[in-house]
């Protein structure tokens, strides 16, 4: 009986919390209550974060690079001091040998991205991986020639279309078919992603979409997208640049056939970081698909004999060409340590009230101003992660300069969209209330 009542009890206070965050206001006390209610909130003082006037910057922009954990620089002064200590013998000696240096990745990021550990590996950067996955998962035939993607893909991603449609002496006008917006629309929907795969279900051949757009931060549903690529008989692989790390992924179960990463944005990973890949295990192991090889992706038992005679490693190792680059790589490792301790589940479900706060600050502004700030990301919370980006209707660039000369680091997409990140790991609700405070006053 007692057991039950406090049970009740605990139940309605989740619900007045619930309540409490739909009842956001824009006040100082508010956002430092909420900080300090915030189970995250230590992790704050684990980043270095980028000074103006004195003091912190508001900083947004974790979708385009990440803080700097201030542990980096030991994780990555220790391989430096090992190299100087063991030479070559590193490979075997180092604190972390690097020989297996990238194994230890495979468990966190797997937790990361929503896959089984022997599904992804870590290496190289970005856009080169995009390429090499399309190696294996763009195979153009004949009658099965065509590749789909959103319109206003980010724009490394259009050339490595482009130009791998190119390689196999196709027109780019013909194989690519892009899915846009409706007229007077800013985000895709979903059914045109749908109807356009039903559409060219004869000639498809690989879907290859970002899992979040990176220019309005809509989030597509890429679990009905696997599904309907795979029922119209195509590839389907997701550029997550954008989304790892930022949103709930569970690319195993959503039955995705690739996808790749880069580690620079909200994996905190610095610049030009370590990318990550994800490969489903059904195409493991599977001796017809082709690969560009390196000594890296051999197995590893026989790699050091040295042989011909590419034997593939039967995990997603298997698409490692050269041996790993350690310092960044450790740079990688530092911020993978903070996920780990931090925990997905606790990262998302501080975007939702923290996100939600900045569109609410947004709302109050609009309303008390009579300002006319477009949210053009989904207001849907299934439909976007962190990042909000903001139509200032009839204002110019002189508008992002005075935020950023007022302490605000977030950026700017011409003719007038603000892009801001408030990244769950490192940001504040007084981040937030602070950004509204300088974007009235710079109105
Ligand atoms: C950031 C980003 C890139 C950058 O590519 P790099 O190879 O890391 O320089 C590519 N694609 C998308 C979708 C991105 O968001």
Redesign the pocket.
Known sequence: MRFKKIFYVGEKINKLQDLKYMNYTNTLEFAKQQDANDPLKGYREKFYFPMMHGRETVYFTGN?LGLQPKATQNYVLNELEDWATFGVEGHFHARKPWLSYHEQFAEPIAKIVGAQPEEVVVMN??????HLLLVSFYRPTKTRYKILCEAK?????QYALESQVKFHGLDPENAIIEVAPRSGEVCIRHEDIITAIEKNKDSLATVLI?GVN?YNGQVFDMKGITDAGHKAGAFVGF????AAGNIKLELHDWNVDFACW?S??YLNSGP?GV?GIYINKKHLNDPSIPRFAGWWGHDKNTRFKMEKGFVPMPTAEAWQMSNAPILSMAAHKASIDIFTDAGMDALLSKTEKLTGYLEFIIDEINKSLHEKLEIITPRDKKQRGCQLSIVAHGRGKELFNKLTEAGVISDWREPNVIRCAPVPLYNSFEDVYRFGEILKSAL
């Open positions: 385009s950067q970005l856009t080169l991986n995009l893909a980010f724009p490394s991603d970002g990176y550029d997550l640049a954008h880069c620079y944005k030009g990318s």
